[in-house]
């Protein structure tokens, strides 16, 4: 597509209930990025990948937390048992190399009632 | 962890006036990137610096880059209303491919 397409646009969900993101990126763009930014602050890293390799997990914030890619396209976000902390937009992002200027999605916010 | 610092956190001006933004950081970088969001919904990449430059120039932005001193500044020359969003820096550093952004300005641009 012409721009990164995040679904859904808006979450509400119950406590201790298990999420879905999804993120599909720009065609051809290798790299896919999870990002996370609570109200008025500064995007947390979550995961990374990167065409084959293994992705860097190093900003998931918990094992509640877990992400895939398949086929190099399409990555799912999914947080297990929510709590009102996860309550935040979760952004992707994708780009043709590395960090050489991302292409954001439009987010999903997530609220954890 | 937040590898930039944007400074002022906030900014308000009249149209037409000068913006300027500034950003720390605390690593070795391989490039700095400002970023624009509006709505706090998606980022749009506005332009890219490497660590060996030290101005870059796109339409009514200028930023530069003081790699002794850990920052970068953003500069939005004759701002409009449309520019109002935040604005935030974010660095690559090392092997990580990924970026590390900054808490953001909020910038109000009033008529």
């Known amino acids: 597509g012409a721009g990164v397409s995040q679904s859904p646009s808006n979450k509400v969900t119950e406590k201790g209930k298990d999420v879905e993101l999804r993120c599909d990126p720009i065609?051809?763009?290798?790299?896919l990025y999870w990002y996370r930014q609570s109200l008025g602050q500064g995007l947390e890293f979550l995961i990374y990948?990167?065409?084959?390799?293994?992705?860097?997990k190093s900003g998931l914030p918990s094992d509640r937390f877990s992400a895939e890619r398949t086929g190099g396209s399409v990555s799912t976000l999914t947080i297990q048992r929510t709590q009102q902390e996860d309550s935040a937009v979760y952004l992707c992002?994708?780009?043709?190399?590395?960090?050489?200027?991302?292409?954001f999605g439009s987010g999903t916010r997530l609220t954890v009632v | 962890s937040q590898q930039g610092e944007e400074d002022p956190q906030a900014l308000s001006i009249q149209e037409g006036e000068n913006a300027t933004m500034n950003c720390s950081y605390k690593?070795?970088?391989?490039?700095l990137q400002w970023y624009r969001q509006n709505s706090g919904r998606g980022l749009v990449h506005l332009i890219l610096?490497?660590?060996?430059?030290r101005e870059k120039h796109s339409g009514r932005l200028r930023v530069t880059l003081d790699t002794s001193k850990k920052s970068s500044s953003l500069l939005i020359t004759a701002s409009r209303a449309a520019d109002t969003a935040s604005y935030f820096c974010?660095?690559?550093?090392?092997?990580?491919?990924?970026?590390?952004f900054g808490t953001g300005t909020r910038l109000q641009v009033t008529l």
């Open positions: 992002a994708s780009s043709l190399q590395g960090a050489y200027g991302y292409t």
């Open positions: 065609s051809g763009h290798t790299a």
């Open positions: 990948f990167q065409g084959n390799s293994a992705p860097d």
């Open positions: 690593t070795s970088i391989n490039n």
């Open positions: 610096i490497r660590s060996n430059e």
């Open positions: 974010a660095t690559d550093a090392g092997t990580a491919s990924k970026l590390t």
